[in-house]
């Protein structure tokens, strides 16, 4: 069906939806939180420097000429991905033991997430 070439992007687009539900499900009923990232610029962002590195479809090895980092393409989009989501919804222990929400960037930085 998705080879219609009028219905593809719909078919597609239900899909990913109906995918992102179940997700979405399974982390309620397993206490496991689900964040939804845009993905856009992941796998050009370098996840050591944020340098923006410029590469082709076909590079698969992720090369940051400022700071050096030298990575598989989808573990350095797989790293920002992660940055992306823990900076949106930070869970982290307070001095006092009790948890807390925030958006405080320091926080990863000092490394005060909860595992």
């Known amino acids: ?24 499900y399974f982390g ?3 206490g496991v939180p689900v964040i939804a990232v845009e993905p856009a610029n992941t796998s050009v962002k370098c996840s050591n420097c944020d340098e923006k590195v410029a590469k082709t479809l076909s590079t698969r ?3 940051c000429p400022q700071c050096g980092y030298v990575a598989d393409r989808d573990k350095n989009a797989a790293e920002n991905i992660l940055k992306a989501a823990l900076l949106s919804a930070i869970t982290y222990r307070r001095a006092d033991g009790n948890q807390r929400l925030g958006r405080d960037r320091s926080l990863v930085e000092r490394g005060n997430l909860l595992e």
Do not use: G, P
């Open 28 to 30: 309620r009923v397993y």
């Open 61 to 63: 090895t992720h090369k």
């Open 1 to 24: 069906m998705v080879r219609n070439r009028h219905l593809a992007k719909s078919i597609s687009d239900a899909a990913w939806y109906r995918f992102r539900e179940w997700l979405e």
